[in-house]
């Protein structure tokens, strides 16, 4: 074996490339783009094993374009000032396609110094990037650009992979292999999605297990091999922000099965910290006045699952998605907070009223500070009815009560004080 397994199986057709249904199927809009040999300028988004690299192979292999590669790690202007060069010589004359790898690492000038060449068709870009392009790319590189999300690889899908590798691995090492459909289950599903990493689980697996002219591939050895963990996760990257997107939808749309199996992605890649803290804010964000007890509770099961640390911590967080989850939701405390942010956003903050001001000094009273103001406690139900908002934002209403039975019965208790004032 003298090349990773991966790159001897690189599919050379579309047809063979594993998953990517939603762009590479027949009708589809990339499927459409290679099909016509039209190929303009495109970003391919997403993780690693996903296809990215083998596609843009592919659509390289069926263009007369000459074929450049980059990788934007290691690459530097003069790279590209190279390639342009190249564009007045016999190779470039029907202009050139540009494979760049890992586009986001490269700085806004290496970026713009591709702007003309793309702009005008002299250099056909195909930029691959794990990371997020409306983040990581500039706007006037990412506006000439189409850009194709490529997803997780199914492990269903991951799975014709695996074994299509065992059967050329067979029969480029005249070895019979023995992997039950079981274990090349566990392969797909342990890859994290990653078409790559299952290829080299199973050439790392055959390596391990050949044993003269027969290999037998069993679960023990698989589990051996994959025991560092399932999940693609990266804690400063997009799916880290996914995860924790999904954990608070979840929660808010009271489904309590889906909350708890994000919660365990997340603790499954060792990620204490996140959850606690997505929780700490759900508890107001989303639950709020519905169930004010809710922020008190969760702290003090964040709390407790911080001193326990994992694995224990699993108990009482998952305590918590629950509580969440079966519990009254209510936004109108962030909808009230942030309504009054974008008040003064848009109109300023205002003068204090003098009667609020602090009158607690010599000389306040010369000021006028501190003069007409209502000690509520003075009055009926503690309540005088005076309007404490500067001018300018008089009549602003930044608080609507919520649909639920603790609000309904505070917002009663409100009319019941304005109607006893009146």
Do not use: W
């Not at 199914?154 to 050329?168: G, H, M, T, Y």
């Not at 290829?199 to 297990?209: G, K, P, Q």
């Not at 009273?365 to 009055?379: D, F, M, P, R, V």
């Amino acid at each position: 074996m003298t090349s990773p397994l991966a790159d001897r199986l690189r599919p050379t057709g579309i047809e063979d490339v594993v998953g990517q249904h939603h762009l590479l199927d027949e009708g589809k809009a990339l499927r459409k783009l290679i099909d016509s040999g039209n190929i303009p300028n495109m970003i391919f988004y997403g993780p690693s094993g996903t296809g990215k690299t083998t596609v843009a192979s592919i659509i390289a292999a069926r263009t007369d374009r000459k074929l450049y590669k980059l990788n934007g790690t290691n690459m530097s202007v003069s790279d590209i000032r190279d390639i342009i060069d190249s564009l007045n010589g016999f190779d470039g004359q029907s202009g050139v396609l540009l494979y760049l790898d890992e586009i986001q690492y490269l700085n806004k000038k290496q970026q713009q110094s591709l702007l003309q060449y793309i702009e005008n068709g002299d250099i056909t870009l195909i930029a691959s990037t794990t990371d997020n392009p409306y983040f990581y790319i500039y706007n006037a590189v990412l506006s000439r650009c189409t850009v194709f999300e490529f997803k997780p690889v199914l492990a269903e899908d991951i799975k014709s992979a695996v074994k299509r590798a065992f059967k050329k691995l067979s029969e480029s090492e005249n070895t019979d292999i023995e992997c039950s459909d079981e274990v090349c289950g566990k392969i797909s599903i342990a890859s994290g999605n990653d078409v790559r990493r299952a290829l080299n689980i199973c050439e790392v697996a055959f390596l391990t297990a050949k044993n003269g002219e027969k290999a037998v591939i069993t679960a023990e050895i698989v589990d051996e091999l994959i025991s560092s963990g399932l999940m693609r996760y990266d804690r400063a990257d997009d799916e880290h922000y996914n995860i924790l997107s999904a954990f608070q939808k979840s929660i808010r749309g009271s489904d309590e099965n889906a909350a708890l199996h994000y919660l365990a992605r997340l603790l499954e890649a060792g990620d204490l910290i996140s959850p606690i803290r997505r929780l700490l804010v759900i508890a107001s964000e989303d639950i709020g006045l519905a169930y004010p007890m809710a922020a008190g509770i969760v702290k003090s099961l964040c709390d407790s699952a911080e001193k326990l640390g994992l694995p224990e911590a699993r108990i009482p967080l998952a305590e918590a998605v629950i509580l969440l989850c079966t519990s009254p939701k209510s936004n109108s405390a962030i909808s009230a907070i942030d309504s009054a942010m974008e008040a003064i956003r848009a109109k300023g903050a205002g003068d204090i009223p003098d009667f609020l001001k602090d009158s607690h000094y010599s000389g306040a009273t010369k000021l006028g500070h501190g003069e007409g103001y209502i000690y509520s406690h003075l009055c009926k139900n503690a309540y005088s009815g005076q309007k404490y908002l500067p001018e300018i934002h008089k009549g602003d209403v930044y608080y609507s009560f919520g649909d639920n039975k603790t609000e309904a019965a505070a917002l009663a208790y409100r009319k019941m004080l304005e109607e006893e004032k009146e």
